[in-house]
């Protein structure tokens, strides 16, 4: 754990940890030969974190093979009901919900998810990738892998086969960019096989080997305890976004000066770059612009209907703009522009306004809402100031808002930002979705529409009519 980035979740109250901990006992059962109790800590991890059921059965296969082996029938029996605790909570589920799983059922998983840019995001990612947080393990790792080979070893090639295996198994989620401390959180608990593989792949008693391990050993030191002084974009104070949205400084220097060397999964970018979690499906969240500090935009995820409205967010180069509607017409999907300098130049809200004026129009919300659940509203707003808005900056322009009682009095004030898609001058208008969170008791409420210009204003305070709507929460 010492040397481990495991030892960042120690503080969660997740439970990475709890399956850390628990494959690392597992994995010391099998290498004693206590197959049983191998297959019954695996389980009981799974239970969390299913993709450990792989690790489970890796164990399992091992077990079945020393009972063939050894005759001893009782094993097989008490190795099947050390399975059990992976398959209870599947057989509870589809007795009281008519299905094994219900994340698969409820969609917030999808084998089709499976790909391999999220296999390459899972190892290699500059943000949240397992390699780049434990790179002398990986480097030792895979030339055990070549060494071994030769010695006809395969346990390190199962060790390999068994983490590939549960990384796809991970990949189902829609949650990719999930919170995190620095390594995907999805990758915390497969660190030991890694380790199990070095561990059990290298001699001390070899001095190259003892030399090797030694310097590992010395890296992880170092990474483990400073790397969140290099590399993490820490909170400087609670109002800044979490860091699980935020580039860290490798990510953010190739992203500024080479961006063409990183090109991640669409959610990762959007996420990081626009600094909040948002479902990156959106067709209206595009384009997703990246810009360094002095407004230069450097990359730029979007689809070939996005390619049109850039002009909304900047001062495009017109030339930069025909090309690229050339070079992608006829593209579906979305794809990544990489630019050179002057080709765009992102115009952010840096100074306060002097007039806050605004219109809004809410064109649906549901009848009757749920306690404790979120409901996409969407609200026109209209810029009746004197100046242009802009949706990112040192003080950007949101729209927001607070909920109240049926007396008016305040329930929650401080809710969910949600960014205009592109700068709008005066006169101007945008529909946009707002995603309301309902109280968690029942009842009568009001929701009180309103822009905020960050760190300077809400609208209201300085003259600017609010748009209220009553909601019934059952």
């Known amino acids: 754990m010492l040397f481990s980035p495991a030892l960042w979740y120690l503080d969660w109250p997740n439970p990475e940890i709890f399956s850390y901990s628990l494959i690392v006992v597992s994995i010391a059962f099998f290498s004693s030969k206590k197959f049983s109790l191998a297959v019954f800590f695996a389980a009981f991890s799974s239970i969390q974190n299913p993709p450990v059921i792989i690790l489970m059965a890796f164990f399992l296969i091992y ?16 190795l099947a009901l050390a399975t059990l605790p992976a398959f209870a909570p599947m057989v509870f589920y589809y007795i009281n919900y008519g299905t094994p799983n219900l994340i698969y059922k409820v969609g917030s998983a999808s084998f089709s998810l499976i790909s391999f840019q999220r296999t390459t995001s899972f190892f290699f990612d ?35 086969v068994v983490l590939l295996l549960m990384a796809l198994m991970a990949e189902t989620t829609t949650n990719w960019n999930s919170d995190a401390e620095g390594i995907m959180r999805y990758a915390v608990w497969m660190l030991p096989l890694l380790i199990w593989g070095v561990v059990e792949g290298y001699e001390l008693t070899r001095k190259a080997d003892r030399i090797m391990l030694g310097a590992v050993l010395l890296t992880q030191l170092i990474i483990v305890f400073t ?3 290099w590399f993490i974009a820490k909170k400087e104070n609670l109002s800044d976004p979490p860091i699980y949205v935020k580039n860290n400084y490798l990510a953010a ?10 090109n991640p999964v669409p959610e990762i970018f959007t996420e990081r770059t626009l600094n909040k979690e948002v479902d990156s499906s959106r067709a209206d969240i595009l384009p997703v612009i990246y810009f360094r500090t002095d407004g230069t935009v450097t990359k730029i995820l979007t689809d070939y209907a996005g390619l049109e409205g850039l002009s909304s967010h900047g001062d495009v180069d017109a030339a930069f703009l025909q090309r690229e509607k050339d070079s992608h017409r006829g593209d579906t999907g979305v794809f990544y522009i990489d630019l050179s300098p002057g080709e765009m130049q992102f115009v952010a809200q840096d ?35 004197t100046e242009t808005w802009y949706a990112r900056g040192i003080d950007p322009i949101n729209l927001t808002y607070q909920l109240l009682d049926k007396e008016s009095k305040p329930v929650r004030l401080d809710n969910a930002r949600d960014m205009i898609p592109h700068r709008l001058r005066p006169g ?26 960050e760190n300077v204003s809400w609208f209201e305070p300085q003259g600017n009519k609010t748009k209220t709507i009553r909601i019934d929460v059952r």
């Open 126 to 160: 500059l943000n949240q990738g397992m390699m780049l947080y434990i790179p002398g393990i990986f480097i030792l790792f895979t030339f055990l892998l070549f060494r071994n080979w030769r010695r006809k070893d395969w346990l390190a090639y199962e060790i390999a």
């Open 428 to 453: 101007e208008e945008v529909t946009m979705p707002v995603y309301l969170s309902t109280p968690e008791q029942p009842g009568i409420y009001l929701v009180d529409f309103d822009m905020v210009q």
């Open 253 to 262: 220097y190739l992203l500024d000066s080479h961006p063409s060397l990183y």
């Open 351 to 385: 100074k306060p306004l002097t007039v806050f004026n605004a219109e809004f129009k809410v064109n649906s919300q549901p009848v009757a809402m749920v306690v404790d659940t979120v409901y996409r509203i969407s609200v026109t707003v209209k810029n009746t100031g």
């Open 227 to 229: 790397f969140p002084i």
């Open 63 to 78: 077990g079945v093979a020393d009972v063939m082996r050894s005759k001893q029938w009782v094993k097989a029996g008490v």
